[in-house]
């Protein structure tokens, strides 16, 4: 069975600064897709990136990029020059390609001013 | 900006009532999902439709919850009666499957107050 875990219920940055949020997982399958998603408090849930297993490239989308390790099963989002409007819930999420997504319990980011 | 809305975005009602929310997908997408979120549960996936057609609603209450699509821009989450364990955000996702790659993109979601 799938599963994700989020070992870090909650963090907190200094606006500007860098941060690593951990996403840990586990799966049998060959072919299967990363995300995270996050949550401000408007409570809309937005995805932030995705990555595909079969690439080796680590995604990345403006001031968020991803760290896939796939030996090691682990999917961290790095947040460079943190902002006041990155505070949110966020969620790691996988899926094998089925339409169930296995999300993670979340880890909530504070930005600090 | 395409987006997947919701209405209403937020519902009071008393326990025994129905309730219904509505879900318009993204122009173009064939797949639907209604999650619930607690802070205990966290996300619950409902139902699954694909091509408008229910694939999996594993996660429903069948007594009470039930979920449809009339047509490709509509879906719709009935409860009832309404309980107030079913107080919770509701969340519908629409996405593009193809050839096995998807993506979900959610609503803002339904906050649900059952006193």
């Known amino acids: 069975a799938q599963t994700v875990t989020q070992s870090q219920p909650e963090m907190s940055v200094q606006e500007a600064e860098t941060v690593t949020l951990s996403c840990t997982y586990d799966t049998s399958e060959n072919n299967y897709y990363l995300f995270w998603y996050k949550q401000p408090p408007s409570r809309q849930m937005i995805l932030v990136i995705r990555q595909e297993a079969y690439k080796q490239q680590n995604a990345t989308e403006n001031r968020f990029s991803v760290n896939f390790q796939k030996a090691a099963k682990s999917f961290s989002l790095k947040i460079s020059d943190s902002q006041l409007g990155d505070t949110a819930m966020y969620f790691c999420a996988s899926t094998s390609g089925t339409y169930k997504y296995i999300f993670g319990t979340g880890t909530r980011l504070k930005v600090l001013a | 900006d395409a987006r997947v809305t919701q209405t209403p975005r937020d519902k009071v009602t008393e326990m025994g009532q129905e309730v219904t929310m509505r879900c318009q997908p993204i122009?173009?997408?064939?797949?639907v999902f209604w999650y619930r979120q607690t802070m205990m549960q966290g996300l619950e996936l409902l139902a699954y439709?694909?091509?408008?057609?229910?694939?999996?609603d594993s996660g429903m209450p069948k007594d009470r919850f039930s979920a449809e699509m009339p047509d490709a821009t509509l879906a719709t989450l009935k409860i009832q009666p309404s309980e107030p364990r079913d107080s919770a955000v509701y969340f519908c996702?629409?996405?593009?499957?193809?050839?096995?790659?998807?993506?979900?993109?959610f609503g803002p979601g339904t906050r649900l107050l059952v006193l």
């Open positions: 122009l173009g997408h064939n797949t």
């Open positions: 996702a629409s996405g593009l499957q193809v050839g096995g790659r998807e993506t979900q993109y």
């Open positions: 439709f694909r091509n408008r057609a229910p694939l999996d």
